[in-house]
Structure formats: C-alpha cells, structure tokens
C-alpha cells in the first residue's frame, strides 16, 4: 500500500530535549516536505527537499532541522524544542512531475 | 506572493442540504489548485484538484469544484451532505512546476464543517 509513515503519532517532551520526527514514504517521490498545522492558521511549510542530499527552507523553518540522505526517508529534527513549536505535524511526498501530495497522518507534538 | 483565503472558518449544514465551502486565491501566474479534508485524528486526503482544462472538477466523495479564473476562486460544492462529511476542509494552491525555488503547497486556514441531523 502506497503510504507516508510518520512515528510518533503523539510526543510529550519538555523544552530543550532534542527530539527527531521521522518520515518514510515507499512511493519512490523525489519531493518531500513538513508542515505545521496551528488553529486557524492552516498548515505552513517548514522545509522541503526536492531529492537526496538538496533541501530548503519553507515559510517557518526557525526552530528545525531536516536532512535527506535517503530518498525514502525526510526526519524533522527539533534541536531545542521550545512551547512554541506545540503544533500537528505533517510529512508529505509527491513525485517531481507530479502535482497531488500525499501526507502522513500526523505527529502530534506537545512542548512542556 | 500567493496567498489563499478561505472565506469561513465554520459552516453549519443540515444534513441532506446543500453546501458550500469558499476559496479565493491571489496570483500574478497560473496555479494548480486543490481541496484537501481532514478527518479527526487523520491526515489530509485529497478530494479533488485543478491543473488545466475544465473549470468543472468533480472529486471523490460527490464533491466537486469550480475554477473562475476572472474571480480567482475555486469553492467546493456538495449538493447534498452526510454526516460522515463532518470534518476541516483546507484549500491549497501550487505554482505549476518551475525547476527551483520553493515548491510548497500554500494552505488556506482551513472551514470546518459541521452536519447537524
């Protein structure tokens, strides 16, 4: 089955603890991204990677890390986690000559 | 810079009514257009999308949406809702492919949905 697997679901950490979301997907997509959905903002793009080893920033890149050394693969890394980064994550993935991204379910990420 | 406005961030339907959730969009170029829905607890799915043609589109779940360029918008449509349609329903536009740069979706903030029996 053709799937964005994101782990883990929900995370409670506590500000200043280095933590990394992961992202897998097995559809062979060149583009992949992460996005964060707040309350009546909608979702915002953190960063994108258009394949392996080229990343970028998206609109709300302060706060994260990301690398792609693996096309597969696209973790979010948070190096110091601070309250403001309590949000729903999103990975998503698309091919390079596609348009339809496909997302992942959701990590649901809480800053104490 | 694109920018998308979803003009409800709640609608209230009775169930079998029809109903209708609004897009407009800002761009100096062409973009390719999307309705996503979100159910509690899940990821975003993709109803429907445009990228040329029709201005028609018709999606999964009897939706369906309709592109007026000279409007720059794209609202989505149902002509008769069900209960399970309860969820956040988000707009989104892309630029067509450009071999660089940013390459996001940008989002509207998202209408909720509400079917009432």
């Known amino acids: 089955e053709a799937q964005v697997t994101q782990n883990p679901r929900y995370l409670i950490t506590v500000t200043g603890k280095k933590l990394t979301v992961t992202c897998s997907q097995n559809?062979?997509?060149?583009?992949m991204s992460w996005y964060r959905q707040d309350p009546g903002l909608g979702l915002r793009q953190i960063y994108y990677s258009m394949n392996v080893e080229v990343t970028d920033k998206g609109d709300v890149p302060e706060g994260y890390k990301v690398s792609r050394k693996e096309k597969r693969n696209f973790p979010l890394i948070l190096e110091s986690p601070s309250p403001n980064q309590t949000s729903l994550y999103f990975c998503a993935s698309r091919t390079g000559g596609g348009t339809e991204a496909f997302f992942g379910q959701g990590t649901r990420l809480t800053v104490v | 810079a694109q920018s998308v406005t979803q003009l409800d961030s709640q609608v209230p339907v009775f169930e079998e009514a029809p109903v209708e959730l609004r897009c407009n969009y800002s761009?100096?170029?062409?973009?390719?257009l999307f309705w996503y829905v979100q159910y509690p607890n899940q990821g975003l799915q993709l109803l429907l999308k445009y990228l040329s043609g029709s201005t028609l589109v018709k999606g999964i779940n009897g939706f369906e949406a309709e592109f007026n360029k000279s409007q720059t918008s794209f609202h989505l449509r149902k002509p008769s809702v069900h209960i399970s349609d309860t969820a956040e329903y988000f707009c989104?536009?892309?630029?067509?492919?450009?071999?660089?740069?940013?390459?996001?979706?940008?989002f509207g903030k998202g209408t909720h949905l509400i079917i009432q029996p």
């Open positions: 761009s100096s170029v062409s973009v390719y």
């Open positions: 989104a536009v892309r630029f067509p492919y450009s071999g660089g740069g940013a390459d996001g979706l940008t």
């Open positions: 559809m062979n997509h060149e583009y």
